[in-house]
Every structure is written in structure tokens, then in C-alpha cells.
């Protein structure tokens, strides 16, 4: 499949105020590493020069953004920030009721404990981190009903975030639909490698879920992204905009999680929006005990000002035709360079394939996590791992041990040029070159939950 732009993608926006980066040596950038027990999260920012670690919090807010934040109105109840926020959801994802979250995982948490009981089952296109973790925390299991082309990083099929409806089929009648409170639909499916869902396949999950009296509740972290593939690749949307495109999306689900600081462009803030009054009704009573009050959720006024404004330009058409752009010219580069990379190129970042990068190295010695920290070394460039580290441990103790062994290069949305990019793919493919040299890792302090943010690592 051919993919799209190469120089169209300039962004519909100029600079008005930069952040001075400090320029490290080799053999400060060797010392930090060692420092940070060999994990890239463990890194002093300030260390780093090209920050590709998330693309979570770290966009550059626009100038209408800053002047909203001069009018945070900071009342405890009841900001004008909230209702705005609240009108702007509603205008431009169509959900009906709104609670504000700190970030995603506040929303996650709220949900996963308001409809899942012990021994339920929540299938969804492909895990991802906090939200599985909030189900199994809320007793839940989750299993993957991803199509299995998500699963293989060669395979170019343009909507590898589809979920398969026969193992979503097969798994109503081993379990029975009341074990089954809802179904998790991602779009821009971050672990695939920001793989978008079809619109057909969404449409088509709607009508078996509704035969069966299942809630789709939709993880809308990146739904632009999702929308602006969906507009480039599937018939018949060739002439909407992005913001028709998400509307319709969200118009097959029930409801949504958001962490705003994705697709949204701020640096902290998220919600809940759903359209069902009675979880509606819950989910106000549980953010009081575990955010703040419903008219804040852990937010201050300004920051809810922010995300208002920066839905808004999320959902520009110019915006995130310049935004994959830049996505896309990097991925171009990498495939250029003979490097192995997630295909399709996804709509948040670069994902390398670890195994074919280092073939050599054995999952339990984490090729992804050895592969991060050498482009680290060599550049200054931080990335992160998505593959055995991330997976994690299941409820018994054994590693989960995911197919797709990656290295995350995620861009931030309006920060970096293409300068930057030029030199983000000039380092890995210098580490290409010298792959065969490359030892792995062994991991010398787990942490319980979540451990790839604080695990430690020596080189063998
Ligand atoms: C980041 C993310 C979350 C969690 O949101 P936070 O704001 O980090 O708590 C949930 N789902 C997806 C797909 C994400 O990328």
C-alpha cells in the first residue's frame, strides 16, 4: 500500500517561543544511562535531546491554549472552565454525559469499577497497560479479540486495530453475554503500533453487540489519529472531515475514556463521558472519592480551559494531516534505511521491531529494552519499550510474553522539526549497523505493578 505524503504535511502553524536543549557527550549519555538502570523512563529529561518517550503530556500547547489557561476560573464548584468543557465534548464527540479525570487512568479506573463484577470478561483490540490493569484490579480477565494481522509487524493490511468478530462470536458463546459488561474499543490501537479501526468493522460490532445487549465502551485517547486514516484509506470518507469522521465513531459506542493528553494537546487532564445516565450517576459519585468533585476531577479550572480549546484544534483537518505527516516522513526514512518497522507506519509514532533489529537477543534478555537504551547511547534520541518489559506478569506470576517485541518512537504532537527527525533516523540506522555487536539485558529490580516505568537492568 502506497502511503501518503512525503512533503504536503507542512505544519499549519510557526514557533513564538523555544525550549534551549542541553547537548550531551557519548560519555555523559553512557554515565546517565548506567544511572537510570539501563530503563529510558529513568532518564533525567534534561539528559535528553530528542524525547520520543511518549507522546503523553509532552505536546506544545497552541497560543489560544495558553491565553485559555489566563482564564482558568479556580472556584471549587461549578468553574465555567467545566462547562465549557462540557459543551465542547459534547459538540465535537457527541457523548451525552461528562466527568473530568486527573488523566485517562482516572477515567479507566472509575469505569472498570462501576461495570465490571468479579469473573467478568472484557474483550478488546488488543490490550493496552492501564486499562487492562483496571479491569483485572476491578476483577475482571481481558482477552484479545484483535484481528491476527495486528499481530505480524509485516503485514500491510490498512486497518490492523479491527477487532475479529468471530473471536468476539466464540467468546459470547463460551462465556454467555452477561459475563461480558462491555467491549473495549481502542482506536489508533496504541500497542499494534497505532493501528486504526474501520469504520465498517466498527459499524459491524455495533449491530452483533447490540443483538446481545453488550455496551462498547471506546478508549478515544487518539480517536483523530483513527479518524484521519479512516479518511485516507476507507470508501466513502474521502470527503468528510475529521470532525464528521469522530463524531461518527463515537456514534457506534456507548461511551469513553480519554486521556486528553494525547490527541487533545494538553499536558495533564482526561474524562469519562458516557450516555448512559445511571453509570453517569455512579461515576459522578466515585470521582468525588477518588479525583475531586464532578466539576473538576482532579483538574484545576485552566486545565480544563486548555483541553477545551485543544479538542478543538484536535480535530482540524489541517492539523492532523501535518501531524501524521510528520509521523509518516520519519517512517519513510526508517524503511528507507533497511530498518524493520511496524507496517503500516501508525498514526503516534515509529514502532521498530526489536526481534528482527537484534535477532540474537532472546526475549528474556528484552531486545526492545537493550535496543532503547543503545539509541540512547548513541544520540541522545529516548524511546521506549513496548514488548516483554510492558507485558508484564499475569495474576499467576508467569511473564506474558507478547508476539510483537517493539521499540517506541513516539512523536510529540507540534514540538519537534524535521531537522529532528532527519537526525532521529541518521542514529538508528547507525545502530543498525552495528547490530550484531549488540548484548542484551537481565533485570535486576521488578517492581510490582506496572514495571517498565521503574525497572532496573544490568548488560550481560
Ligand atoms: C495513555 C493511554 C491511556 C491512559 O491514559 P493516561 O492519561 O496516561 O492515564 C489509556 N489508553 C490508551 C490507549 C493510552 O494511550
Known amino acids: 500500500m502506497k502511503q501518503v505524503i512525503r512533503k504536503s504535511w507542512a505544519e499549519p502553524y510557526k514557533i513564538k517561543m523555544v ?27 534534561e539528559d535528553v535531546y530528542i524525547d520520543l518517550l511518549t507522546d503523553s503530556g509532552t505536546s506544545a500547547m497552541s497560543d489560544r ?40 487512568r482516572g477515567a479507566e479506573h472509575i469505569l472498570s469499577q462501576i461495570l465490571i463484577k468479579k469473573g467478568d470478561i472484557i474483550p478488546g483490540n488488543m490490550y493496552f497497560t492501564t486499562t487492562r490493569l483496571h479491569q483485572e484490579l476491578a476483577g475482571g480477565k481481558f482477552e484479545d479479540i484483535i484481528i491476527s494481522e495486528a499481530h505480524d509487524s509485516e503485514n500491510e493490511f490498512p486497518f490492523k486495530g479491527n477487532v475479529d468478530l468471530n473471536k468476539l462470536e466464540a467468546l459470547i458463546k463460551k462465556h454467555g453475554a452477561e459475563k461480558i459488561p462491555y467491549v473495549s474499543v481502542a482506536t489508533s490501537v496504541n500497542m499494534a503500533g497505532g493501528q486504526p479501526i474501520s469504520m465498517k468493522n466498527l459499524k459491524e460490532l455495533r449491530v452483533l453487540t447490540k443483538k446481545h445487549g453488550i455496551r462498547i465502551i471506546h478508549d478515544m485517547t487518539r480517536v483523530a489519529e483513527n479518524a484521519y486514516f479512516i479518511q485516507q484509506r476507507e470508501k466513502g470518507y474521502q470527503n468528510k472531515s475529521i470532525k464528521q469522521i469522530v463524531k461518527e465513531i463515537n456514534s457506534y459506542t456507548d461511551g ?42 482532579g483538574l484545576a479550572g485552566r486545565d480544563m480551559e486548555a483541553m477545551a480549546i485543544g479538542i478543538k484544534e484536535s480535530v482540524d483537518d489541517d492539523h492532523i494531516r501535518a501531524r501524521v505527516g510528520q509521523v509518516i516522513y520519519l517512517g519513510e526514512q526508517m524503511i528507507e534505511y533497511g530498518i524493520p518497522i511496524v507496517k503500516p507506519i501508525g498514526g503516534h509514532g ?5 526481534r528482527k533489529f537484534l535477532p540474537q537477543i532472546p526475549q528474556d534478555e528484552y531486545p526492545a529494552q537493550t535496543l532503547a537504551a543503545e539509541l540512547y547511547l548513541d544520540s541522545g534520541v529516548r524511546t521506549m519499550e513496548r514488548g516483554v518489559v510492558s507485558a508484564g506478569r499475569k495474576a499467576n506470576g508467569e511473564n506474558y510474553y507478547p508476539k ?10 507540534r514540538v519537534y522539526t524535521q ?9 538508528t540506522a547507525r545502530v543498525y549497523e552495528r547490530r550484531n555487536k549488540i548484548k542484551g539485558l537481565k533485570m535486576v529490580y521488578e517492581p510490582k505493578y506496572l514495571r517498565f516505568f521503574q525497572a532496573r537492568f544490568e548488560q550481560l
Request: charged share 25%; glycine share 8%.
Open 256 to 297: 469513553a475514556t480519554m486521556s486528553a493528553k494525547k490527541d487533545a494537546l494538553v499536558n495533564i487532564g482526561g474524562f469519562l463521558a458516557i450516555n448512559d445516565w445511571d453509570v453517569f450517576e455512579e461515576a459522578r459519585n466515585m470521582v468525588v472519592v477518588y479525583e475531586g468533585l464532578h466539576t473538576y476531577g
Open 19 to 45: 525550549e534551549l536543549l542541553k547537548m550531551t557527550t557519548p560519555a555523559q549519555r553512557k554515565k546517565a544511562l548506567k544511572e537510570a538502570g539501563f530503563n529510558t523512563f529513568l532518564l533525567k529529561s
Open 404 to 413: 510483537l517485541e517493539l521499540v517506541r518512537f513516539t512523536i510529540p504532537r
Open 65 to 104: 491554549q495558553w491565553a485559555g489557561m489566563m482564564l482558568g476560573d479556580e472556584a471549587y464548584a461549578g468553574s465555567r472552565n467545566f462547562y465549557h468543557l462540557e459543551e465542547v465534548v459534547k459538540e465535537v464527540y457527541g457523548y451525552k454525559y461528562l466527568v473530568p479525570t486527573h488523566q485517562g
Open 350 to 354: 515509529i514502532f521498530v521491531d526489536a
Open 419 to 427: 531537522a529532528h527527525m532527519d537526525v532521529i533516523a541518521e542514529s
